[in-house]
């Protein structure tokens, strides 16, 4: 089964018009047979909150690099060298004034995988003609506290899956998008993302999605805007 990923990550009109940085962040990247993408929400209440977005972003991979070398290591193991990996890219930077969201999905060729969130955003998983998300929301968002590296170090925070083989696609997104999208229109949005951008060619797809992220249709949204998609197919 080949891999597609991919994403985009736009600054609020707010943090624009203020002249801040984006404080959302995502990368992906090739690890242990297959692909991962990592989004972060850097807390925007914290002075480095952007700082601490791509280094999450940058740990988990490596994290999942050191992890898939020892096949009987938990996946309590994989999360703890998640949060002592981001402090280490953190250097002098105090973790509480760059505390952030985590959200991954790793997927090997053949489709199975591991997800995981911490904290707010929405990780939604499509297969089997069925989308539902990782950890659950209801429209106003989550009604729990504020969770995030940095503001715990509870590995029991996390909400962690392991996926069987399979066709899926696993779209992550940070705030600036999962609050605009009621849980009754998660199927629309997962078909939408599956029909409209993986088809396109990767050498453009990102920008489609930067621009959709851009004129997000919400009127007055202003926050960062963060979606990126990994899929497994026949």
């Known amino acids: 089964m080949p891999l597609t990923s ?48 791509q280094a999450a972003c940058r740990a988990v991979p490596e994290a999942l690099r050191v992890w898939s070398r020892h096949p009987d290591a938990s996946t309590q193991v994989l999360l703890g060298l998640i949060h002592l990996l981001w402090r280490a890219r953190l250097g002098a930077c105090p973790p509480e004034d760059a505390a952030t969201t985590c959200l991954f999905a790793l997927l090997a060729q053949e489709g199975s995988g591991l997800v995981g969130q911490l904290g707010d955003g929405l990780l939604l998983i499509h297969e089997g003609g069925e989308v539902r998300s990782l950890r659950q929301r209801n429209d106003s968002g989550f009604s729990n506290q504020t969770l995030a590296m940095g503001v715990t170090r509870k590995l029991g925070a996390w ?76």
Do not use: Y
């Open 6 to 53: 991919f994403g985009a990550t736009v600054a609020g009109p707010a943090h624009l018009r203020d002249g801040l940085p984006n404080q959302d962040a995502w990368a992906h990247a090739r690890v242990a047979g297959g692909r991962v993408v990592v989004v972060a929400d850097g807390m925007g209440s914290k002075a480095h909150a952007d700082i601490g977005a």
């Open 159 to 234: 909400v962690v899956e392991t996926l069987a083989p399979g066709d899926r696609t696993v779209i992550l997104c940070t705030d600036g998008v999962a609050d605009d999208l009621l849980s009754d229109k998660h199927r629309d949005f997962a078909e939408w993302v599956e029909d409209e951008l993986v088809p396109l060619p990767a050498s453009t797809r990102w920008r489609s999605l930067a621009t959709e992220l851009r004129t997000w249709p919400t009127p007055h949204h202003i926050d960062d805007k963060t979606l990126a998609v990994i899929r497994s197919a026949p």
